[in-house]
């Protein structure tokens, strides 16, 4: 570690400040807000899964907690126990309640008759002008068959290479998300 330019002190330039608590910003901020996190669900109750650390588990209670930087999804079949925890929670971490949860991660929720249904045409819209692909035409299979690729003359630039990548990232995450 060492003083940022600007701040140093002729005969003190070894010598750094030692934070006692995260600075929103700063790289370690991140760790520091998980860790408490995972602390507070801890005294709630909750373990996270070994498979995907942003899953919260009370199996007591038969609560699940997923949370995604600072967007927090709960769910369980007990709606009271529900309430009760998510009050706890809320006390703790100075946050609000906004209700039944209308969309999460660029997923629209329904729920209807017991049944929980995802969406994710408005993101997939938002992606579709973001690349202006509106005038993109569908096919029925990726390539037809009997096809022969033929070597590219030239390489691709750097911006068509981060274009691709793009447009494959946003498909992947609404395949995955849903």
């Not at 930087?69 to 309430?83: P, S, W």
């Not at 703790?92 to 008759?113: N, S, T, V, Y």
Request: aromatic share 10%; net charge positive; proline share 4%.
């Amino acid at each position: 570690m060492e003083q940022p330019e600007g701040f140093k002190v002729k005969g003190q330039e070894g010598k750094v400040l030692r934070l006692k608590c995260a600075i929103y910003g700063l790289k370690q901020a991140a760790l520091a807000w998980w860790k408490a996190l995972d602390k507070s669900m801890g005294e709630l109750g909750f373990t996270h899964l070994c498979s995907d650390s942003g899953i919260f588990v009370n199996k007591d209670q038969s609560i699940i907690v997923i949370v995604y930087v600072d967007d927090i999804l709960f769910l369980g079949a007990d709606k009271k126990k529900l309430l009760n925890t998510k009050e706890l929670f809320i006390k703790r971490w100075e946050c609000r309640d906004l209700g039944d949860a209308q969309e999460f991660l660029h997923m629209r929720i329904r729920c209807k008759d017991g049944k929980i249904y995802l969406n994710q045409s408005a993101y997939l819209q938002k992606v579709i002008e973001r690349f202006n692909l509106q005038n993109a035409k569908p096919a029925p299979t990726p390539l037809p068959k009997g096809y022969q690729p033929s070597p590219a003359k030239e390489n691709a630039s750097a911006t068509l290479c981060s274009k691709y990548q793009q447009v494959i990232g946003s498909l992947l995450y609404i395949m995955l998300g849903t």
